[in-house]
């Protein structure tokens, strides 16, 4: 599990377009990417239940309240050129002090995806954002 943080970790820092994705909302930074689930390694997609695939996406989200991992409420959806709407089922994965939120979403060509995002963390208020990213089925 440990190399999944490392994968996650250096994707977050590595891909293009990854300037640092952050929101933060008071004592509370959303950190957030989207890729294509071929960049995964195939044994890392397994154990998190993620299949690698060219036509497949996946959302990474990271919360942290004052510097340190925490539960949330995560959800959202994505939706395509054509204004088709998915919805986002994300699954924690607990990786020691880190915790990561996960969601596969399909990839039908390369397109400029809208994402909103909705967090929420025990007793607080949801917090939402938005933003578009441009993903390339394939690579």
Do not use: W
């Amino acid at each position: 599990m440990r190399r999944l943080a490392v994968l996650l970790i250096a994707l977050c820092l590595s891909l293009p377009a990854f300037a640092e994705q952050k929101k933060t909302f008071g004592d509370l930074d959303v950190h957030y990417s989207a890729f294509t689930s071929g960049y995964l390694q195939p044994d890392i997609a397994a154990a998190n239940g993620l299949t690698r695939s060219k036509k497949l996406g996946v959302m990474n989200i990271a919360v942290l309240k004052a510097g340190k991992a925490t539960t949330a409420n995560v959800s959202g959806t994505m939706k395509n050129l054509l204004g088709k709407d998915y919805p986002l089922s994300f699954k924690a994965v607990n990786e020691g002090e880190a915790i990561y939120y996960l969601a596969q979403f399909p990839l039908e060509s390369q397109e400029m995806l809208r994402f909103t995002i909705n967090v929420s963390v025990s007793g607080g208020a949801t917090n939402s954002f938005e933003f578009n990213q441009e993903l390339y089925p394939g690579e």
